[in-house]
Structure formats: C-alpha cells, structure tokens
C-alpha cells in the first residue's frame, strides 16, 4: 500500500535526519581562514570536533595549501611530497575517524611560523542514542523442524495390507 510505504520513508526520515543536521562544518580560522598569523590552537581549544563534521580550509589560491600529516611531521614541520597537498583555496576534509589529526601549511616556512593545526576528534556519540533496533532476529535454524520429508498420511498407507 502506497499510504503505508509512504509513512515508513517518513519514520527513517526522522530516524536518521537528525544526525545530518547535527553534523557540522568547520571554516578553519573563522574569518582570517587559513593563513599566517592566527592562532589555531586558540581557535580549536572550545570546539568540538565529532566524526562526520567537516573542516574548510579556505584561502588565496597559490598562497597557502594544505597538509594532512602525522604527529611528527607536525612536529618537525615536515612537508609531505607535493602530490599529498589540498590546494583549491577551499578544501574540505571530512573528520571520518575519531582520534588526533594533524593540517600543516607546506609553503616554505609557513608550518614554523605557526600555520598548523590540531585537533581532537570525538565519536559520533549520536549512534548509541538512536532507537534500539528490534530484538535480534531468531536464530537461522528453528530449535524444532518437523520432518515432513518423511511424513506419509496414514490415509495413503490404508491401502496397504502390510500397515494393518
Ligand atoms: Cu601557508
């Protein structure tokens, strides 16, 4: 029934909507961006960053570009080879893991002047808050399986002398 089909898109709608809208969308340094001269840890330190949330690094084209690096390359300010960098003044980087990640600036001296960025990333707590799911399906194999393979209507054998 089309009513019914309807109603159902309806309920996963609402199930699952509510975690998109709550995903967020982080524009790296706010106004100044991504660039020389911004505190980035300030800027991060009251944030909150959550799996599915998404980082933009905006700048000039040709200006600055964007490193995902390690611990210790953000460290030492190691630049990785240029084919890794995000370049198109406006990348986007979607948080898909939780845990420490690490965004350089790979022009010359840049890193080292501060333009770097680390942030802590949360579990997606919204999962464990969804409906609990419908008691586990049973088992694939019933406990009790009448063995009707063998089974033959005593009518059938009635014909049978050697049954009565
Ligand atoms: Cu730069």
């Known amino acids: 029934m089309a009513l019914s089909r309807l109603s159902m898109l309806v309920v996963i709608a609402i199930i699952f909507l509510?975690?998109?809208?709550?995903?967020?969308?982080?524009?790296v340094g706010d106004?100044?961006?991504?660039?020389?001269?911004?505190?980035y840890q300030a800027w991060a330190a009251n944030k909150v960053f959550v799996v599915g949330d998404k980082l933009v690094f905006k700048y000039a084209v040709g200006d600055h570009n964007v490193?995902?690096?390690?611990?210790?390359?953000?460290?030492?300010?190691?630049v990785?080879?240029?084919?890794?960098?995000?370049?198109?003044?406006?990348?986007t980087i979607e948080l898909a893991t939780p845990g420490r990640k690490w965004y350089i600036c790979g022009f010359a001296g840049h890193c080292n002047a501060g333009q770097?960025?680390?942030?802590?990333?949360?579990?997606?707590?919204?999962?464990?808050?969804?409906?609990?799911?419908p008691?586990?399906?049973?088992?694939?194999?019933?406990?009790?399986?009448?063995?009707?393979?063998?089974?033959?209507?005593?009518?059938?054998?009635k014909?049978?002398?050697?049954?009565h």
């Open 18 to 27: 509510p975690s998109i809208a709550i995903a967020k969308e982080f524009v």
């Open 31 to 39: 106004d100044k961006g991504w660039t020389i001269g911004v505190d």
């Open 67 to 78: 490193f995902k690096v390690n611990g210790t390359a953000f460290q030492s300010c190691t």
């Open 80 to 91: 990785p080879p240029p084919s890794e960098a995000l370049s198109t003044g406006s990348d």
């Open 116 to 133: 770097k960025l680390v942030i802590t990333v949360l579990p997606n707590t919204l999962a464990p808050t969804l409906p609990p799911s």
């Open 135 to 157: 008691a586990p399906a049973p088992s694939p194999v019933p406990p009790h399986v009448p063995h009707f393979g063998r089974w033959v209507p005593k009518k059938l054998l």
């Open 159 to 163: 014909g049978f002398p050697l049954v």
